[in-house]
């Protein structure tokens, strides 16, 4: 028992010392670019050097804890320590959904938005309290072999394993939308081929180690993810409240943007915009309540206008952009 003890202790501060080092690493490589952007490096450029750093270097995690052992396979041989535990869970959470789609969520629904980040936040708390030590006590590796096993015969299963996969089709593709987003914004390739660049790497990282080298691969993520949310918080706090922890003043901060956000609202400039486009969609729900009034009194316009076009003499470019208006409403080539 102390050998064991002795070892995981060991094991403990051989991760500590590795990620201690790849964290300043990490730094030193972001210093690097900094320096690199005020040299005059383009920022696509460093976008190629920060991507492809990172997938060479997640791909040598994978490739160096490729196994072959089940245990390894499934649960990283169940010796993970709590504290790395917990930062692969938390580079889970913090995945391209996230930060892609409560970036917009939030964007486009404001304080609303906030209920699907409690949404999913409070279903991951409630499947690490609930289920997953469960499991791991009953010592089955997925969900669908625990259903078997708690339940017998091969009907649960079946149920289990196509829960467990619509459940995760829907997250997987929204991950892979973000994998797409990011390898063409960052490469510039089209967003199809970039999907598949970005999933050919995922496969590297995890394919060999399976759990193993995913815990690995989204420790080391964590570290990187927990840089790029922090960093601008800390400097706008550091801005606006001359607090570089941001949570201290985070409530007096939500009460200066909601003071701001009625400001804005009350501005006669901004309701002028706001009735612009209430406008257009109530006219887009009468279009699509009454399409072949819309359609006539569309290209009734478009004559008008182009005939008005016509007998004013207008110069020979507005003629022709009617001409390509009527003809795309129409279907049809108009001499």
Not at 61 to 74: K, L, Q
Not at 303 to 309: F, G, H, P, Y
Request: with cysteine; glycine share 12%; aromatic share 14%.
């Amino acid at each position: 028992m102390s050998s064991q003890v002795f070892s995981h202790s060991t094991f403990n501060r051989q991760l500590k010392k590795y990620y201690s080092f790849y964290t300043g690493g990490f730094i030193l490589f972001l210093v690097a670019l900094a320096i690199a952007e005020q040299l005059g490096m383009s920022k696509q450029w460093i976008g190629y050097w920060f991507l492809f750093a990172t997938i060479g270097l997640y791909a040598g995690i994978g490739w160096m804890s490729r196994t072959a052992e089940i245990a390894e396979y499934y649960v990283a041989g169940r010796r993970v320590p709590a504290f790395f535990n917990g930062m692969a869970t938390g580079a889970d959470w913090m995945s391209a959904a996230s930060f892609i789609g409560m970036a917009g969520t939030l964007f486009l629904q404001g304080y609303d938005g906030l209920a699907w980040v409690m949404g999913w936040t409070g279903g991951y708390c409630l499947v690490a309290l609930f289920l997953a030590p469960y499991l791991r006590k009953f010592g089955q590796f997925t969900i669908p072999d625990f259903l078997a096993e708690r339940y017998g015969g091969n009907i649960v299963r079946t149920i289990g394993i196509i829960s467990a996969i619509v459940c995760s089709f829907v997250y997987v593709v929204a991950q892979i939308y973000g994998v797409g987003l990011i390898m063409s914004r960052f490469t510039g390739l089209e967003f199809g081929i970039g999907v598949f660049v970005g999933l050919a790497g995922i496969l590297v990282c995890s394919m060999l180690g399976g759990m193993r080298a995913v815990t690995w691969t989204q420790v080391a993520q964590y570290i990187i993810l927990i840089i790029a949310y922090l960093t601008p918080v800390v400097w706008l706090g550091m801005k606006h409240t001359g607090i570089p922890v941001p949570q201290f003043a985070y409530g007096y901060t939500l009460q200066k943007v909601g003071e701001q956000e009625k400001k804005i609202t009350a501005d006669p400039k901004e309701q002028e915009v706001r009735k612009i486009f209430a406008d257009r969609a109530a006219a887009g729900r009468a279009a699509l309540a009454a399409p072949d009034k819309a359609y006539a009194e569309g290209k009734a316009r478009v004559e008008k206008t182009l005939a008005d076009a016509k007998s004013a003499n207008s110069p020979a470019d507005q003629i022709a952009a009617a001409h390509d208006r009527l003809n795309a409403l129409t279907g049809r080539t108009m001499p």
